[in-house]
């Protein structure tokens, strides 16, 4: 099993930065695929980017060119670098780790993008 905890989040203006990292304890780190989820209110939880355990990354249409997904199975950590952010990217962001049929997420941080 595997526990995540993220942090990073917090209040940007439009077309700020920000990174958000994960944590993760337990086992084996390295043979999980890493995920970036948001949800916003009102919406459905959405997949943001992902990162296999081998290291191939996907996103979201939305985020294409703005985010960037990386991991350091040594660190057994996950981060999302998120630029040019826009209002519509304000949610709940959720760190995901999954190995086959198992799941585990993280407690949630908010990114809040205003003016």
């Known amino acids: 099993q595997v526990q995540l905890v993220e942090s990073g989040g917090g209040l940007v203006q439009p077309g700020g930065s920000l990174r958000l990292s994960c944590v993760a304890s337990?086992?084996?780190?390295?043979?999980?695929?890493m995920g970036w989820y948001r949800q916003a209110p009102g919406k459905q939880r959405e997949l943001v980017a992902r990162?296999?355990?081998?290291?191939?990354?996907d996103y979201a249409d939305s985020v294409k060119g703005r985010f960037t997904i990386s991991r350091d199975n040594a660190k057994s950590t996950a981060a999302l670098q998120m630029n040019s952010l826009k209002p519509e990217d304000t949610a709940v962001y959720y760190c995901?780790?999954?190995?086959?049929?198992?799941?585990?997420w993280g407690q949630g941080t908010q990114v809040t993008v205003s003016s």
């Open positions: 995901n780790a999954r190995y086959v049929a198992y799941d585990s």
């Open positions: 337990g086992s084996s780190f390295s043979f999980y695929d």
């Open positions: 990162i296999t355990h081998g290291g191939i990354s």
